[in-house]
């Protein structure tokens, strides 16, 4: 199972972006999934997570009404949309999967596979 992340880029504060995690090797429908973000020196922190069928989400507070999580099956996809972005959300995010479908979990160590990163910076 391979996890490819896209999307990242340079912003301004207030903007967005959408991130896209593609899986190979396995179907989406799967996993559960969920996206990290991680600034150097600091561990890696949950920012939301779906489960295999996206009829259940959770968010972490950081980032509640701004960022939200979604996933199409059909094209092994999953996706985060960023709105309203603060110099704060500058990080690398990776996207994870886990083998329990219906995991929403928060932990890193709740998930079997890993992206490579995408790098977000926002500027202010």
């Known amino acids: 199972v391979q996890l490819q992340a896209s999307g990242g880029g340079l912003v301004q504060v207030g903007g967005s972006l959408r991130l896209s995690c593609t899986i190979s090797?396995?179907?989406?429908?799967?996993?559960?999934m969920a996206w990290f973000r991680q600034t150097s020196g600091k561990e890696r922190e949950f920012v939301a997570a779906t489960v295999w069928s996206g009829t259940m989400t959770s968010t972490a507070d950081s980032v509640k009404g701004r960022f939200s999580i979604s996933r199409d099956n059909a094209k092994n996809t999953v996706y985060l949309q960023m709105n309203g972005l603060k110099p704060e959300d500058t990080a690398a995010y990776y996207c994870?999967?886990?083998?329990?479908?219906?995991?929403?979990?928060?932990?890193?160590?709740?998930?079997?596979?890993w992206g490579q990163g995408t790098l977000v910076t926002v500027s202010s």
């Open positions: 090797g396995r179907p989406l429908s799967s996993y559960g």
């Open positions: 994870a999967a886990s083998s329990h479908p219906y995991s929403r979990s928060s932990t890193p160590s709740g998930y079997d596979y």
